[in-house]
């Protein structure tokens, strides 16, 4: 005993299987992210050449205390990719990072206090495709939360 | 076209949507929790999705994603049961993919669910399926190829991306470096250093993901070695730069003879009735499993959506 499918229950799965076929496919040679779940497979896909240095980003906020502390996803709610998306934003409009300030309170009313927020980038040296183990930081953008 | 409509035990599909929908409900609240923190944050940093642009979905309040969060988890955990499974199926389809839409909108894409979500699309379209049932199904045997379709998609299209973005020197390149070095582990600090390994690790993921759809034209004995090597491959991503790729393990379920599953779980249960074969297995996941189903009885299409 087995069941089978109809002729009109195969054409359809057939039609269906062929449209998402090819949209993977167009979204592989033409598309973007924007186009998720069709869009390409994008992971590690970037083009890094063999000496170029990896950029290792963070968001940290000052207290007012002068405590430094880092501001990750467990702090606001955003992954660092999503930060990192965000990047050309924050540093060429650095009050947007209050966002993630705005973030940061909402999930710890409790918390200290922030009076600066910073973007800062971290690039570690790579060599020949290898790590080498030196990394310099540098302050991207910089914002003073109003009081 | 036969091949694409190749039947199979229809136990199979019963064990893989138990699985997919049990993984549902896990993803929300174990393997991807920070979706629910979407709702908390600023709709500034709100980059709506093509699809959400199109369907002009509503930004993410912090009440849609509550919302969406539970009727999920409580669809999600239904559907397991293998009850309904048409309409409890396209209820946890549409809201997942939702809940995916607000996951990706904040400036980052994971492609790591492609599959799964294709497993989510079909599975509806099953009917009803018990764990024991070997009856086979056309259906069942659909669903599960273009469930192994966009398994295997997602590998070789990763390499075409790769090609696409990086070009051929994405081989040489850094990427792995760069990998280790923002999110590597201890092993892979360890092993980081060594001369060219990198290199030909690149060169080996290019191989593979090239060379992924000859899966299909492997006898079975040896397309259990190439199912057995693309887990192992995401063991060794998992340990070197924690990225598990969870949502995509599990639809590659759908390349296993999960039936056997259901007899071995059955064997190691008590018998609750011993005296009539075949219906030992104790209610699993809430699905009366071990009916056994003589030809020509026609339990599965009778049925229907949710009864027994």
Known sequence: METTISARGRAVRLAATLIAGVLLLAGTLWGSDDHF???PFLMYAGVN?????????????????????????????????????????F?????????????????NPQGPTLSEIRYVMREHEIKTSRPTGKWHDEILATWKVPR | MSWLFAPVPRGRIAVFRAVVYVFAAADLVIFTPWVRSHGSVDTELYRPLWVARVLHLPAPSSLLVTSIFWALLVFALLAATGKAPRFLGWMVFLLYFEWMIIAMSYGKVDHDRFAFLV???????????????????????????????????TYFLASWAKLRFGGPEWMTGSVLARAILRRGTDLADLIAPVPGLLIAAQIGIMAFELLSPLIFVLAWRWQRWAVAYFYSFHL???SMITISFAPHLVAMLSFLPLEKAADWVARR????????????????????????????????????????
């Open chain 2, 269 to 308: 249960l008590p018998s609750r009735e011993p005296s009539v074969a075949g219906s030992g297995l104790p209610v699993l996941l809430g699905e009366v499993a071990g009916h056994r189903i003589e030809a020509g009885e026609g339990a599965a299409e009778g049925a229907g959506a949710g009864g027994h």
């Open chain 1, 91 to 107: 540093v060429k409009e650095p009050s947007r990072l209050q966002e993630v300030v705005d973030a940061y309170n909402r999930r």
């Open chain 1, 49 to 89: 050449p063999p000496n170029e240095p990896a950029p290792d980003p963070r968001i940290e906020g000052t207290t007012l205390d002068g405590v430094v502390i880092q501001l990750g996803e467990k702090q606001t709610g955003l992954r660092r990719a999503e930060v990192e998306g965000q990047q050309e934003s």
């Open chain 2, 236 to 238: 060794v991503t998992i």
């Open chain 2, 119 to 153: 497993a989510l699309a079909v599975l509806p379209t099953c009917g009803v399926a018990r764990w024991r049932d070997r009856e086979l199904d056309a259906r069942a045997g659909w669903a599960l190829r273009v469930v192994q379709l966009a398994v295997v998609a």
């Open chain 1, 37 to 39: 779940p069709f869009g």
